[in-house]
Each structure stands twice: as C-alpha cells, then as structure tokens.
C-alpha cells in the first residue's frame, strides 16, 4: 500500500487544517490507519488511529477534543481534521497502517510521506 499526505499548510492559532492521506496499492498491511507527527527536534509522536472497518477511535490526550479522524470511504481516503490548532501542533504529519492494538505505541506497517503543518501565533 502506498500513502501520501496532503492539506498542511500555514495556519494562525485557533484555525484549523484538514489533512487527507491517499491510499492506493493493493496489499494493507495490518488492520487500522493513524496519523503520527514529528516536529524538529522530537520524537515521533502517535496523534491518532482508526479501525479500517470502523468501530471506534483512538487519540493523544494532546488532540483529543481538537482533532477528528475519520475515514472518507468515497475518496478512499484517510482525513485528520484539526481544530482550534496551537503553536505546539507543528509538525511534519505522517499516515501509516498498522495493528490497531499497536499504532498508539508506535509500531506501524506502512508509513506515508508527510505534510507540513505550521501553526503561527
């Protein structure tokens, strides 16, 4: 499966952004798809994570309450909707698949080229 992330971009604080992550291939790998970020200098930060067949959602208490995962079936497409952003939020975000047991602790399958996210105050 191959996966590529669009939508970042330059926001003022309190806007908001919605990332989309474009699946194509054949082969997925695991059972889930999540959004990871990694802003300069820091570690690789799991935000949240979906099952591929729906049922429930997974999120850093970071983002909980600001951003939203969903999967947009038409498109077939992996969106992250975020909200109310803040300064800290910047980062270069990434999609990936994976075990929806093990994506909140960092272990992925696939993973996707990124988009920028800047968030200016």
């Known amino acids: 499966v191959q996966l590529q992330a669009f939508g970042g971009g330059l926001v003022q604080a309190g806007g908001s952004l919605r990332l989309s992550c474009a699946i194509s291939?054949?082969?997925?790998?695991?059972?889930?798809m999540g959004w990871f970020r990694q802003a300069p200098g820091k570690d690789v930060e799991f935000i949240a994570a979906?099952?591929?067949?729906?049922?429930?959602?997974d999120y850093a208490e970071s983002v909980k309450g600001r951003f939203t995962i969903y999967r947009d079936s038409a498109e077939n497409t992996l969106v992250l909707q975020m909200n109310s952003l803040t300064p800290e939020d910047t980062a270069i975000y990434h999609c990936?698949?994976?075990?929806?047991?093990?994506?909140?602790?960092?272990?992925?399958?696939?993973w996707g080229q990124g988009t920028q996210v800047t968030v200016s105050s």
């Open positions: 990936a698949t994976g075990m929806w047991t093990r994506l909140r602790t960092g272990q992925y399958d696939s």
């Open positions: 979906i099952p591929w067949r729906g049922g429930g959602t």
């Open positions: 291939g054949r082969t997925f790998r695991g059972d889930a």
